[in-house]
């Protein structure tokens, strides 16, 4: 497979599938659900979650990469052993959920690099939330959403160990120290205690079914998995490299990265005094791009002048980092295929695919309704259902897999994991479908079931219905 690039040290390679994995997803999504749904009580159920179906799930996942070296359509023919197997749709299901994701994060990828550059003029720093108004859609937002693009081409077109690893090896260091700083800053401020206790309070009493899917959507969607992403960066490592230890690394950095961003973003919200401010409370409430692009910039303007600007900036440099490393290893797994499947010189194939990617973004950049319908299509159902058939394969056909798992570690834990894969993830997917989402009431009081036939309990059924299912059951808005 020379030629194929490969990953120029183990550092390089976690740091390229933490960047894969820390997105918007934890400095933002996480710290709002850690907050709302019973604090140190939801981080329990995370955490476990994160053990007995994110972590199966991810080293299932990255020895299917690893042991066939190659990318996913390809890989699941390999290890099906036929290459007429129908597992490669399996592979081109992977490519469609990763571009439907890009369809959408470049664009907020754009709006995190806009609120940077904003920083040094007057952008939010007069008026947060009217920036936000006029930078979420709009021809600036189709420009900004153009430099996210080129750049994530730019770097994934100069292969593995030369652009994506190089990119990351700065990128991730930095965003952590960013994150840290803050963190650090914030707990010398008197009043941020009330953010700790709004992030940790432990409320059992608040957890209910929904709570367990909404944190099983949320490991899956942090960890990047059933899009052949972290599939695709597996295969670049190099043989002598442990699974099992990398993807353990890998996946506990990306839980720490998020609890640490609900420490900066908390207890930031609380010595502003806006925590309990009912401007910012809806803010938050409104979802996750209130929350970062309303919310706190908000709280940094009321840090002063100077302060404000400095940490608004390191805060938004740091989520374009976030946003900009896991657009990269988005568009890494189409362009691998191409790469691969069709042997595409991989400038070609990053150009191509940013093509298109761009022109759906300029859709999600025009009108929001897009951007909505192209993450519901993404993560409500894409990313679920991929984990599940990327975990089933992996535990009942590939062949190999307990092997791959044991290769470099003294005990034998191959056979145990792959057995979790087998029964354990897929399981837990499907009862927290049915409880999480066709059981219990819609809006309407009716039987949840009824909303695939629609709201008014059977006239319209449509397949919007079918995503807000998927919705209601692992995720949370
Ligand atoms: N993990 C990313 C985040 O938390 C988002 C994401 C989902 C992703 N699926 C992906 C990133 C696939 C890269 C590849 O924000």
């Known amino acids: ?111 995190a690099l806009r609120f940077f550059v904003e920083s040094f003029r007057d952008g939010w720093f007069d008026d947060p939330s009217g920036l936000f108004d006029t930078v979420s859609t709009g021809p600036w937002t189709i420009f900004w959403n153009f430099v996210v693009t080129g750049v994530t081409v730019y770097i994934v077109s100069r292969g593995i160990s030369g652009g994506i690893e190089k990119a990351t090896v700065i990128m991730m260091p930095a965003l952590f120290l960013i994150i840290v700083g803050i963190v650090i800053y914030a707990l010398f401020q008197p009043g941020m205690g009330a953010g700790y206790r709004e992030i940790f309070d432990p409320d059992f009493g608040e957890l209910s079914v929904n709570n367990v899917s909404n944190a099983i959507g949320q490991v899956f969607f942090s960890l990047s998995l059933g899009q052949g992403a972290i599939l695709t960066y597996a295969s670049y490592m190099e043989k002598k490299q442990s699974v099992a230890k990398d993807g353990t690394t890998i996946a506990f950095a990306d839980s720490g990265v998020a609890i640490l961003a609900a420490m900066m973003i908390f207890p930031v919200l609380a010595f502003t005094g806006l925590l309990m401010d009912p401007v910012t409370q809806a803010q938050l409430d409104s979802g996750s791009f209130g929350t970062a692009f309303r919310a706190l910039p908000n709280a940094f303007v009321s840090m002063g002048d100077v302060i404000g600007r400095i940490v608004g900036a390191v805060f938004f440099l740091g989520l374009f980092f976030a946003a900009l490393s896991s657009s990269i290893s988005l568009l890494e797994v189409p362009v691998s295929v191409l790469v691969d499947g069709k042997g595409l ?68 834990i191959g056979v145990y994991v792959v057995w979790m894969m087998r029964t354990v993830t897929p399981v837990l997917i499907l009862v927290t479908f049915i409880f999480g989402g066709l059981w219990g009431t819609n809006a309407n009081g009716d039987f949840a079931f009824w909303y695939l036939a629609g709201e008014d309990g059977g006239t319209s059924a449509n397949w919007r219905n079918l995503l807000d299912l998927f919705g209601r059951a692992f995720r949370f808005e």
């Open 1 to 111: 497979m020379a030629g194929r690039g490969q990953w120029n040290s183990r550092f390089g390679f976690i740091m390229a599938a933490v960047g894969s994995a820390v997105g918007l997803g934890n400095l933002v999504r996480f710290p709002r659900e850690m907050a709302d749904q019973g604090g140190a009580a939801f981080l329990f159920v995370y955490l476990g979650l994160l053990l007995i179906v994110g972590l199966p799930a991810m080293l299932g996942e990255m020895s299917l990469g690893k042991m066939s070296g190659t990318s996913p359509v390809n890989a699941y023919r390999q290890l099906a052993g036929d290459v007429k197997s129908r597992w490669a749709a399996l592979g081109m299901f992977g490519v469609l959920a990763a571009l439907f994701v890009l369809f959408f994060y470049t664009v907020i990828a754009g709006w």
């Open 345 to 412: 010189a991989r400038w070609k194939a990053a150009l191509l695919m940013g093509m298109v990617t761009y022109s759906f973004g300029v859709l999600s950049s025009i009108n929001g309704n897009w951007l909505d319908l192209f993450d519901q299509i993404a993560i409500n159902v894409f990313i679920v259902v991929g984990v599940a058939l990327t975990t089933i394969f992996a535990g009942w056909k590939a062949k190999g897999v307990a092997k791959e798992l044991d290769a470099g570690l003294k005990s034998r």
